[in-house]
């Protein structure tokens, strides 16, 4: 079926004429063209096959109506400009100023284009929509907990008051020194002992029965 319908626009395409069909086309796009650049920009709406176009391109230039140039293993064909007539000062302004408002609009467009990729980039890195919903339930669960754990806090009795606190503190700072204080006459008295001592510190510690604070892995807090 498919076969058919090409030979239906071949048919179209050849009732017109490769010829004018390709003439007409450089002459209003009036820049250079490849037989590969006018097949593809043609078929479509022609139905023109490839052999006929290069066929068709080649006889028009033998012809004299366009103009034929190689460039290494590619032909490249264009209209003959003396049909186009002189262009005035004025006209080339024109389109001078056409052009440069069209590359300011392709640096915006472009511009554009950057920062819509940076966007869909940042939309791929992101949560989808299910997601999201999974984390907001999971977030409101957590603070429905810690909501009712603070209300057991504020509801319990056995509040501290800041002077208890305090006081706390300050016994706790009183006995951390007195613990240094007295580990610090010990050491001397033991090392006083040891001076005339014949056997080791292990040994001396051993014999009499001390721990230390080291042997219970006990850090003295720093107050």
Request: charged share 30%; aromatic share 6%.
């Amino acid at each position: 079926m498919s076969g058919g319908g090409r030979v239906g626009e071949a048919s179209a395409g050849s009732r017109e004429g490769a010829h004018t069909i390709l003439l007409r086309y450089l002459q209003e796009q009036n820049r250079p063209h490849s037989a590969q650049d006018a097949f593809g920009n043609l078929q479509k709406e022609h139905g023109l096959g490839k052999t006929a176009v290069v066929k068709a391109l080649e006889q028009l230039a033998q012809q004299g109506k366009i103009k034929e140039k190689v460039y290494g293993k590619q032909k490249i064909y264009f209209p003959d400009q003396d049909g186009f007539g002189i262009v005035s000062d004025l006209e080339l302004k024109g389109l001078d100023n056409e052009i440069s408002e069209l590359s300011c609009k392709v640096q915006t467009l472009q511009q554009n284009c950057h920062h819509m990729e940076s966007e869909l980039k940042e939309l791929k890195n992101s949560m989808t929509t299910p997601e999201m919903v999974k984390e907001i339930e999971e977030l409101q669960k957590d603070c429905a907990n810690y909501k009712e754990k603070l209300e057991r806090i504020k509801s319990a009795a056995n509040h501290v008051s800041p002077e208890e606190k305090e006081k706390v503190y300050s016994e706790r700072k009183l006995y951390c020194r007195e613990w240094q204080r007295r580990k610090r006459m010990a050491t001397e008295l033991f090392d006083a002992i040891l001076e005339g001592y014949p056997k080791s510190k292990k040994q001396f510690y051993e014999e009499v029965g001390i721990e230390t604070d080291e042997d219970l892995n006990v850090t003295l807090p720093n107050v």
